[in-house]
């Protein structure tokens, strides 16, 4: 196996359909006989990457690009950018507004649980254009 690439539009509006790519690539995931604690580990920090899309980003993309040794992921949206990417992994730091965090989202979480969860993550982001996360959870 060289590459397998699943790609997923993560749409922004809607809470509900939050955390769809996740699951999908968790049982594609399964399927081809990935080992549970990898898969757990990927669907872990795509989650949280999605949730974050959609609070902060107005939705984006999500391409994972599975291969025999790691499996990448690429998080990428045109929301408002992240002005301090280290603040912004500090556990417990949220821009997310109170509607959200009613909700029971917007803890700070997300991106701390994002690098817990992967063995390479990497963030480039531009104020007003939006941001890319590259995540490599090795196999």
Do not use: W
Request: hydrophobic share 40%; proline share 3%.
């Amino acid at each position: 196996m060289d590459k397998v690439n699943f790609h997923f539009e993560i749409d922004g509006d809607n809470f509900t359909s939050a955390g769809e790519a996740s699951v999908k690539i968790k049982k594609l995931l399964r399927e081809m006989g990935f080992d549970p604690e990898v898969i757990r580990r990927v669907s872990v920090a795509m989650y949280e990457g999605e949730i974050n899309m959609v609070i902060h980003a107005n939705g984006g993309t999500a391409d994972v690009d599975v291969y025999c040794d790691r499996i990448d992921i690429i998080l990428a949206d045109k929301g408002p950018g992240i002005s301090d990417i280290s603040l912004a992994m500090q556990e417990g730091y949220s821009t997310a507004p109170d509607n959200i965090r009613s909700l029971g989202f917007g803890a700070g979480m997300g991106l701390p649980n994002m690098k817990r969860y992967t063995d390479e993550m990497k963030i480039e982001s531009e104020v007003g254009k939006g941001t890319t996360v590259y995540m490599t959870v090795k196999v």
